[in-house]
Every structure is written in structure tokens, then in C-alpha cells.
């Protein structure tokens, strides 16, 4: 896995298959083993893939001190420096659909087509009342990994998914492959939670996909309507029945999504 070097910082990626370059932006304690395997490999045909760790997430360098969304979306910029891509399709979900967001608003001649997956603008009309954020913090703070998991797994899932025991032991082995400290994922919260650009949205010119599934615990689906409403020209697709972490639940169909999008659009 290859390092960035952003000068201060370095952050950490994987890099696959070929076509259309494509990055891949996650969420709040997200890594890059969270895209998981079926839906990274469902994009190599079309698209060169890049996915990496946010500052202060595994091998990434930390950063001392507080950051906000717009500083993940500058790492983000240099990312694409160090890759030698002018602009590339952006996926951003959760977190990181909020550092998508303000990519394609500081720097927007480097994207190309904008997917914004269960995320949040901000400002009048989004929520951030949903049950499953305070479910992780608390189960953040017991210090108990496996309650941890566990917590996050039915959170991020929906119960139909979560109702196949199967599903756990490669959800686990994702989550744990990555060292995610629980100070990191205190300061991206500060960062998500002031969070607003909703009196920008509508500045953005990319092509854009909305992606939210109906039964997610961790962002309203009310959201996604709301950035698809900001965001001149948007499209939303509502994923009926479907958690947070949709692409874990229907891998087939968002890469289907996102083929159409980014290279039609």
C-alpha cells in the first residue's frame, strides 16, 4: 500500500484496476478496508481505483490539533496532486460525501463527476437525529472492541442484512484491519458536526449522484433528498430498505449506479 507524500502529511492508499480514474473518499472512523472486496472489485473494469485513509487513520499521518471538513478536502486535492490526476470521478460517503462536497466547492475543476452516498450538508433541512451515532459513541467509550464491532455492525446495517450471522466475521475482519484511534474519531466528529454547505451547494457544477438507503440509522434518509435538492441538476436514488454502509448490502447494483453515472454523465 503506497503512501502520498503531501509535504506535513502522508496519507496512506490502494490502487486498482484500470479505466476512468475514480476516488474513493470515506466516512467518520472509515478506512479503506470498509469499501470492502466485492464492491472494490465490481469498479476495476471500468475505473482506476484509488481509496485511502483519512490523517490520523492507520499509516495515515496524524495532524496534530483540530481540523475541519475543508482540511480533509485539501488532504483530498493533494491526493490527486500526488497521483498526477487533474480531476477524477469522487465518491464520497457518510464523512466523507461532506469532504466530497467541499472538494468539488474549493477545488472544483478537479471533479468530474460527484457521487454523494448517505451524507449530509448542514444548515436548514438536513438532521443529524438518528439512533445510531450516540449507539457508537457509547459503545466507543465501554473500551470493549468486540461490543464495538458488534455495535457498529447493526448500525451500519440493516436488520434484514444483519439477520445473516454470515455477513459478521467479513464485516469484523474488515473493521479490524485498520487502527482507527478513538481521539481521531472525536476530532472528525467536531469537524462533521459543524459542518454546513447548504448556502453553497447549489455552486456546484459537477454531475451529480445521490445514493441514500431508506433504512439508514446513521444519517436520515431525509438527507439525501435535501442534497439532491441543493445541488443543481442532481439525481437521487433511493436505496429502499437499505443501511449506511448500502454498498455492503447491494454491491452489484451501486457499482451499476455508479458505472452509468460516471462514465454517461
Same mark, same amino acid.
Given at each position: 500500500?503506497?503512501?502520498?507524500?503531501?509535504?506535513?502529511?502522508?496519507?496512506?492508499?490502494?490502487?486498482?484496476?484500470?479505466?476512468?480514474?475514480?476516488?474513493?473518499?470515506?466516512?467518520?472512523?472509515?478506512?479503506?478496508?470498509?469499501w470492502g472486496?466485492?464492491?472494490?472489485?465490481?469498479?476495476?473494469?471500468?475505473?482506476?481505483?484509488?481509496?485511502?485513509?483519512?490523517?490520523?487513520?492507520?499509516?495515515?499521518?496524524?495532524?496534530?490539533?483540530?481540523?475541519?471538513?475543508?482540511?480533509?478536502a485539501?488532504?483530498? !486535492?493533494?491526493?490527486?496532486? /500526488? #497521483?498526477?490526476?487533474?480531476?477524477?470521478?469522487?465518491?464520497?460517503? @457518510?464523512? +466523507?460525501?461532506? =469532504? $466530497?462536497?467541499?472538494?468539488?466547492?474549493?477545488?472544483?475543476?478537479?471533479?468530474?463527476?460527484?457521487?454523494?452516498?448517505?451524507?449530509?450538508?448542514?444548515?436548514?433541512?438536513?438532521?443529524?437525529?438518528?439512533?445510531?451515532?450516540?449507539?457508537?459513541?457509547?459503545?466507543?467509550?465501554?473500551?470493549?472492541?468486540?461490543?464495538?464491532?458488534?455495535?457498529a455492525?447493526?448500525?451500519?446495517?440493516?436488520?434484514?442484512?444483519?439477520?445473516?450471522?454470515?455477513?459478521?466475521?467479513?464485516f469484523?475482519?474488515?473493521?479490524?484491519?485498520?487502527?482507527?484511534?478513538?481521539?481521531?474519531?472525536?476530532?472528525?466528529?467536531?469537524?462533521?458536526?459543524?459542518?454546513?454547505?447548504?448556502?453553497?451547494?447549489?455552486?456546484? !457544477?459537477?454531475?451529480?449522484? /445521490? #445514493?441514500?438507503?431508506?433504512?439508514?440509522?446513521m444519517?436520515?434518509? @431525509?438527507? +439525501?433528498?435535501? =442534497? $439532491?435538492?441543493?445541488?443543481?441538476?442532481?439525481?437521487l436514488?433511493?436505496?429502499?430498505?437499505?443501511?449506511?454502509?448500502?454498498?455492503?448490502?447491494?454491491?452489484?447494483a451501486?457499482?451499476?449506479?455508479?458505472?452509468?453515472?460516471?462514465?454517461?454523465?
Amino acid at each position: 500500500m503506497p503512501d502520498a507524500d503531501l509535504g506535513s502529511r502522508r496519507l496512506h492508499y490502494v490502487r486498482r484496476g484500470s479505466g476512468a480514474p475514480l476516488l474513493l473518499i470515506q466516512g467518520m472512523a472509515g478506512h479503506h478496508q470498509i469499501w470492502g472486496e466485492p464492491f472494490l472489485d465490481g469498479l476495476t473494469d471500468d475505473f482506476d481505483v484509488v481509496a485511502y485513509d483519512h490523517r490520523g487513520i492507520g499509516d495515515s499521518t496524524d495532524v496534530p490539533g483540530q481540523f475541519t471538513i475543508a482540511d480533509l478536502a485539501d488532504d483530498a !486535492a493533494g491526493l490527486l496532486d /500526488v #497521483l498526477g490526476w487533474s480531476d477524477a470521478n469522487v465518491m464520497g460517503i @457518510s464523512m +466523507g460525501g461532506m =469532504v $466530497a462536497q467541499e472538494l468539488a466547492l474549493h477545488h472544483p475543476g478537479r471533479v468530474r463527476t460527484l457521487v454523494l452516498g448517505c451524507t449530509y450538508a448542514g444548515g436548514a433541512g438536513s438532521t443529524l437525529a438518528a439512533p445510531g451515532p450516540m449507539r457508537m459513541f457509547e459503545a466507543m467509550n465501554t473500551g470493549d472492541i468486540d461490543h464495538v464491532i458488534r455495535t457498529a455492525y447493526e448500525a451500519n446495517l440493516s436488520a434484514g442484512f444483519c439477520d445473516d450471522e454470515s455477513h459478521f466475521e467479513a464485516f469484523k475482519t474488515a473493521s479490524l484491519a485498520v487502527y482507527v484511534p478513538v481521539s481521531t474519531v472525536m476530532r472528525q466528529a467536531q469537524a462533521a458536526f459543524v459542518h454546513d454547505t447548504s448556502d453553497r451547494l447549489a455552486k456546484i !457544477a459537477a454531475p451529480t449522484l /445521490v #445514493l441514500h438507503g431508506t433504512a439508514d440509522d446513521m444519517i436520515a434518509a @431525509s438527507n +439525501g433528498s435535501h =442534497v $439532491a435538492d441543493l445541488i443543481p441538476g442532481a439525481r437521487l436514488e433511493t436505496l429502499d430498505g437499505l443501511g449506511h454502509l448500502f454498498w455492503w448490502e447491494q454491491s452489484g447494483a451501486v457499482v451499476g449506479f455508479i458505472r452509468t453515472h460516471c462514465l454517461v454523465a
